[in-house]
């Protein structure tokens, strides 16, 4: 984990903050807690729109998650701010649209920070498909679990 602070922070983001990014967040915090590496990181989700602020996980993304036994209880979706940007080391996008999004928001990129989640897999610039349109949360579970996978993967050589 060279290149990083004591603490790796990580930021996870989708549309709405209650699917694919907080299926994020709760899967890389047990890989990370499964790893022995809780004190390590900081993980966290947000929203690029206010659709959703405040609301939980979205049930069908609970439910998901509860079969591999990860809770995601005290989850509020929130919104990226500008903020955010010096408060994380990543900023990990689940599609080209939250990116464009998440340029906006933050104002650019300017330390390299923002990346797709599929881009620590062998499907580099491939998008998390949104199950709140697809209704396919087998397939977001895959995808998210691999990208996470492969992140804890890359920061754990770099």
């Known amino acids: 984990m060279r290149g990083y602070a004591t603490?790796?922070?990580?930021?996870?983001?989708?549309?709405?903050n209650i699917c694919r990014s907080p299926m994020a967040e709760f899967i890389m915090k047990d890989l990370v807690k499964k790893a022995g590496l809780e004190s390590q990181f900081r993980i966290a989700s947000a929203a690029?729109?206010?659709?959703?602020i405040?609301?939980?996980?979205?049930?069908p993304a609970q439910r998901k998650l509860a079969e591999h036994g990860i809770g995601c209880s005290c989850h509020a979706a929130r919104q990226l701010v500008n903020?955010?940007?010096?408060?994380?080391?990543?900023?990990?996008?689940?599609?080209?649209?939250?990116?464009?999004?998440?340029?906006?928001?933050?104002?650019?990129d300017f330390a390299d920070k923002m990346h797709l989640l599929l881009d620590y897999t062998d499907r580099p610039n491939q998008e998390v498909a949104d199950p709140w349109y697809t209704d396919n949360f087998e397939a977001?579970?895959?995808?998210?679990?691999?990208?996470?996978?492969?992140?804890?993967?890359?920061?754990?050589?770099t």
Not at 54 to 59: A, D, F, R, S, T
Not at 147 to 152: R, S, T, Y
Request: glycine content about 10%.
């Open 140 to 157: 977001t579970w895959r995808d998210v679990s691999d990208g996470c996978q492969g992140l804890l993967d890359h920061l754990m050589i």
């Open 48 to 52: 690029t729109s206010r659709e959703e």
């Open 7 to 16: 603490m790796i922070k990580v930021l996870f983001i989708c549309h709405g």
């Open 83 to 108: 903020s955010d940007y010096e408060k994380y080391d990543l900023l990990i996008g689940m599609d080209q649209a939250n990116l464009r999004d998440m340029y906006r928001i933050c104002g650019g």
């Open 54 to 59: 405040g609301n939980p996980v979205y049930p």
